[in-house]
C-alpha cells in the first residue's frame, strides 16, 4: 500500500521533472529521503500498477501527426464483436466503452493527418456502423494530475 | 518544428519510457550512442519548442480509485464557447477541456471535458457545480461515464506518438 512519502512523491512528480543529469534530487531533498529511495519507491509503484510510463508526453500534432475523437452508437448485442473489429486497426490507441447512446469511443492516433477519413471509412465499412468524427478544434487545457 | 534525425532516434529511445534510475537521461543515451548531456541539450530544445509538452510519470489514475470519469459535454453557442471553457478551467477537477466540432443532428455538443472522481454521484454533483460556475447550466449538457476499455496502447509509429494515459477516458 502507498504511504505518505508514496503519495507526495506522486503528487510532486506528475508536475514533470526537469531535463537534468539527476531529475530526482530536488524531490528527494524535498521529501528528506535519499535518491536511491525515490528510484525504490517509483519502481515499485510501477511494479503495482500505480505508475505508468516514465517519459515524454508528446504533442501529436507538433510531431507532424494526427489525433482524433471519434464515437459509435453500437446495438449492444454487436458490442463485443465491433470492439474487436476496431481493436484490430493499428490506428486506434484507445477503444472504450461510455454510458449513453454513444456508447463506443475510440481515439485515432496516425503520423499523417491525412490517414484519419481513410481509417474512419474502413472502420464503417468493415462494422457497418456510421462514426462521428468530432476533431479538436480548440485546446483549453490538458492537465492530467490526480490526487494520490 | 523542426526535428531532426537524431531527435527522431532520441524520441523512439524514450517513447517507451524512461528507467527508475538515479540517472535516466544518461542511460537513455545509451540507447542511441548520445552522452547524457546530448541527451538532456536535445530534450530541453524540445520540451522549449512544445514538441514535447513536459517529462514526468503518468499515474494509473483507474488504480488510485479513480474510477468514475465523466465526459461532460455541452452545446454552447460559438461566440461564448472559449469564454465558458476557460470558466471550466479554473476548476481544478477539471483535466481536460477542449472544443470540438458538432455533428447535428445526432451529436450538438461542441465543448467537452473530463471530471475524474472515485464516485459517480459525487462526479455528477462536480458536472452540476461546473456548469453553474461557467454559467452553461441552462444549456444542453450530458455525462458519458466511461465503463470498459478494451484497447489503451501509447503507439507503434516511427516515430511513437504516445498518447497521455487518460487522455478521454
Same mark, same amino acid.
Given at each position: 500500500m502507498m504511504d505518505a512519502t508514496d503519495r507526495a512523491l506522486l503528487r510532486e512528480l506528475q508536475a514533470g521533472v526537469a531535463a537534468?543529469?539527476?531529475? #530526482?534530487a530536488p524531490i528527494a531533498q524535498k521529501l528528506g529521503i535519499d535518491e536511491a529511495e525515490v528510484v525504490r519507491r517509483l519502481e515499485r509503484m510501477r511494479e503495482d500498477g500505480r505508475l505508468g510510463r516514465f517519459g515524454p508526453l508528446f504533442d501529436a500534432e507538433q510531431l507532424g501527426g494526427a489525433v482524433a475523437l471519434c464515437a459509435m452508437a453500437v446495438p449492444p448485442e454487436r458490442f463485443t464483436e465491433v470492439a474487436a473489429l476496431v481493436k484490430? #486497426?493499428? %490506428?486506434?490507441?484507445h477503444n472504450y466503452e461510455r454510458t449513453g447512446r454513444f456508447n463506443m469511443w475510440f481515439v485515432l492516433a496516425v503520423?499523417?493527418? %491525412?490517414?484519419i477519413p481513410r481509417v474512419v471509412a474502413d472502420i464503417e465499412r468493415d462494422t457497418g456502423l456510421s462514426v462521428l468524427l468530432l476533431p479538436k478544434l480548440e485546446e483549453y487545457r490538458l492537465e492530467l494530475r490526480f490526487e494520490p | 518544428m523542426g526535428v531532426s534525425e537524431r531527435d527522431r532516434c532520441l524520441l523512439a529511445a524514450v517513447a517507451g519510457g524512461l528507467p527508475f534510475v538515479r540517472r535516466p537521461f544518461a542511460a537513455i543515451g545509451e540507447r542511441c550512442g548520445m552522452d547524457e548531456e546530448e541527451v538532456i541539450a536535445r530534450l530541453r530544445r524540445m520540451l522549449a519548442t512544445g514538441v514535447i509538452r513536459r517529462f514526468g510519470i503518468v499515474v494509473r489514475h483507474r488504480a488510485l480509485g479513480?474510477?468514475?470519469?465523466a465526459m461532460v459535454v455541452f452545446d454552447v453557442p460559438d461566440a461564448d464557447v472559449r469564454q465558458k471553457a476557460l470558466r471550466l478551467c479554473d476548476?481544478?477537477?477539471?483535466t481536460l477541456c477542449y472544443r470540438r466540432r458538432r455533428r447535428p443532428p445526432l451529436w450538438p455538443y461542441n465543448l467537452f471535458c473530463m471530471i475524474h472522481g472515485r464516485e459517480r454521484g459525487r462526479v455528477e454533483r462536480l458536472a452540476e457545480e461546473a456548469a453553474r460556475f461557467a454559467g452553461i447550466a441552462h444549456l444542453p449538457r450530458a455525462a458519458l461515464f466511461s465503463r470498459r476499455c478494451f484497447v489503451q496502447r501509447g503507439a507503434r509509429y516511427e516515430p511513437p506518438l504516445a498518447l497521455p494515459e487518460a487522455e478521454v477516458r
Open positions: 537534468v543529469p539527476r531529475p #530526482f484490430s #486497426f493499428p %490506428e486506434v490507441a503520423l499523417d493527418p %491525412e490517414a | 479513480y474510477r468514475a470519469n476548476l481544478p477537477f477539471v
